[in-house]
């Protein structure tokens, strides 16, 4: 399981949508590794010494400054963990299965609840949903209207 990092130093009661935002999902997907953890996506950091928070998307976003983007890690394993789906925790403390790899369209799936754009046929994960800054389904300001 691996943690939402753009909710790391962020105030839970700033979170748009709890019920919507995953938490603590299955990151790493089937891949095993021994003697670490990390969050997925996470926060880039750069600055030394500077708070690393959370800063939303506005019209651009700099690699310079704390926060302002994010990054997904790529997968050594199937995201699909159980079936072609995987669970989820969400800030608001419930949890539930999710089907992945649904397509919208004959190329792409749905954004409001996949974090990827797409999957071959073993569930390996292709290019992450985004804003142009951060990963898109984990943005604590995001309210996904559903």
């Not at 990151?27 to 010494?49: E, H, S, V, W």
């Not at 800063?55 to 997968?75: D, K």
């Amino acid at each position: 399981m691996t943690y939402n990092g753009l909710l790391a130093s962020y105030s839970a009661t700033s979170v748009a949508s709890p019920g919507r935002l995953p938490l603590v999902w299955v990151g790493q997907g089937k891949a095993n590794i021994d003697g670490g953890m990390l969050t997925n996506p996470a926060l880039r950091c750069p600055q030394r010494n500077t708070a690393c928070q959370y800063i939303p998307y506005q019209t651009g976003c700099s690699s310079a400054r704390n926060g302002e983007q994010s990054a997904m890690f790529v997968l050594s394993g199937p995201v699909w963990v159980y079936g072609k789906g995987a669970n989820f925790a969400f800030v608001d403390g419930h949890a539930r299965f999710t089907n992945l790899g649904m397509t919208l369209s004959p190329n792409n799936t749905d954004w409001r609840v996949d974090p990827y754009t797409g999957y071959d046929k073993s569930g390996y994960p292709g290019f992450y949903w985004w804003d142009g800054c951060h990963a898109w389904l984990f943005r604590p300001d995001y309210d996904s209207g559903q």
